[in-house]
């Protein structure tokens, strides 16, 4: 188990659904890191891929609440486990839809983007 996430490569506000919007049903996680799939909505996903966001391409996603620091409640550290594939979609205000199977848990919207290590070469 990830029990910190050190140097996330942004910063998300995460609203968990509750469980009348369909989300879990034992609210938020409380694990230190959390981890579920994600996909990105790039605008039309819903229309020409048949059961999306179920059946969108997913990535693994890590998300560690943050401490609030003027970013205000809600706010989460964010990684990826395949780093590389997730850059291309993360800039700020970038939409993220947290699913655990085909379920959206939650929606994420990107507040910051941080300098990685692998930027910093």
Do not use: N
């Not at 188990?1 to 995460?14: G, K, L, Q, S, T």
């Amino acid at each position: 188990m990830i029990e910190a996430i050190e140097d996330p490569m942004a910063f998300a506000r995460v609203a968990w659904l509750t469980a009348e919007e369909g989300g879990r049903k034992s609210g938020p996680p409380t694990a230190p890191v959390y981890a579920a799939t994600c996909v990105f909505p790039l605008g039309g996903d819903s229309e020409v891929q048949p059961g999306w966001p179920a059946a969108g391409d997913a990535l693994s996603i890590l998300l560690q609440a943050a401490p609030t620091g003027g970013k205000g409640p809600g706010t989460y550290k964010v990684d990826f486990l395949a780093r590389d594939l997730a850059r291309q979609f993360l800039h700020v205000g970038a939409e993220v839809l947290v699913m655990e199977g085909p379920a959206v848990v939650a929606r994420a919207v990107i507040l910051e983007v941080t300098d990685s290590p692998e930027q910093r070469t």
